[in-house]
């Protein structure tokens, strides 16, 4: 099976999952027991100049990621118009839980991902005119430590040429977590550094952007 329908073949799967799983998971405050489930949902942001790091902000009023975010492409295919890509990602941060975008005392650490992504482009011009991606948690440290959820995230072009890029998912942490808690709303400095794309593998003429 080619990468392309490898790829996409996952991606469609995990999406479903993600479409029946998050209705499926308790809320954090009907959890009750050894996890705590939150429901989030918020933007990422990416960092000028700096190809494959973003910010990550929750929606106000609503929990979610706040915080850094890096992405490392491990593969990547070009069948015009899509783009497909996979690779890994890190947050560090936290979960902002009451949407007020600070993270005092709030469950603070690290979370890997992997990812699928999915991108249509024009095929004159090799704009995005559509994307989509998902991820799941793999791993995490500090109060992220065994957690586990999925992110699903949704680009969408905007009038300006920019691309608005959305997030939502559940992210439920364990009971058994490392210590690990933000006590005001300065995050340190994130170390993410990561690696550029793989050349040989990058089949786009102009390497779209990814959510």
Same mark, same amino acid.
């Given at each position: 099976?080619?990468?392309?329908?490898?790829?996409?073949?996952?991606?469609?799967?995990?999406?479903?999952?993600?479409?029946?799983?998050?209705?499926?998971?308790?809320?954090?405050?009907?959890?009750?027991?050894?996890?705590?489930?939150?429901?989030?949902?918020?933007?990422?942001?990416?960092?000028?100049?700096?190809?494959?790091?973003?910010?990550?902000?929750?929606?106000?009023?609503?929990?979610?990621?706040?915080?850094?975010?890096?992405?490392?492409?491990?593969?990547?295919?070009?069948?015009?118009?899509?783009?497909?890509?996979?690779?890994?990602?890190?947050?560090?941060?936290?979960?902002?839980?009451?949407?007020?975008?600070?993270? @005092?005392?709030?469950?603070? +650490?690290? /979370?890997?991902? %992997? $990812?699928?992504?999915? =991108?249509? #482009?024009?095929?004159?011009?090799? &704009?995005?005119?559509?994307?989509?991606?998902?991820?799941?948690?793999?791993?995490?440290?500090?109060?992220?430590?065994?957690?586990?959820?999925?992110?699903?995230?949704?680009? @969408?072009?905007?009038?300006? +040429?920019? /691309?608005?890029? %959305? $997030?939502?998912?559940? =992210?439920? #942490?364990?009971?058994?977590?490392? &210590?690990?808690?933000?006590?005001?709303?300065?995050?340190?400095?994130?170390?993410?550094?990561?690696?550029?794309?793989?050349?040989?593998?990058?089949?786009?003429?102009?390497?779209?952007?990814?959510?």
């Amino acid at each position: 099976m080619s990468l392309v329908r490898r790829t996409a073949v996952v991606a469609a799967l995990a999406l479903a999952c993600t479409t029946v799983g998050v209705g499926l998971i308790p809320s954090a405050e009907g959890a009750g027991g050894a996890a705590r489930s939150y429901r989030v949902q918020g933007i990422q942001i990416p960092v000028a100049d700096s190809p494959g790091l973003s910010t990550m902000q929750p929606d106000a009023g609503h929990a979610g990621l706040m915080g850094h975010w890096a992405t490392t492409m491990t593969a990547s295919h070009f069948s015009s118009p899509w783009y497909f890509e996979i690779g890994t990602e890190k947050f560090v941060g936290c979960l902002d839980r009451n949407g007020d975008q600070h993270c @005092t005392n709030d469950p603070a +650490g690290s /979370i890997s991902f %992997t $990812y699928a992504s999915w =991108v249509k #482009l024009d095929p004159t011009t090799y &704009a995005e005119l559509a994307g989509g991606c998902v991820h799941p948690i793999t791993a995490g440290t500090g109060a992220f430590r065994q957690a586990h959820g999925l992110l699903t995230m949704r680009d @969408t072009p905007r009038a300006d +040429g920019t /691309i608005l890029t %959305t $997030y939502r998912g559940t =992210v439920t #942490l364990s009971a058994r977590a490392g &210590a690990g808690t933000q006590p005001d709303s300065t995050l340190p400095e994130s170390s993410l550094a990561p690696a550029g794309a793989n050349a040989a593998d990058a089949a786009a003429p102009v390497h779209p952007r990814v959510c």
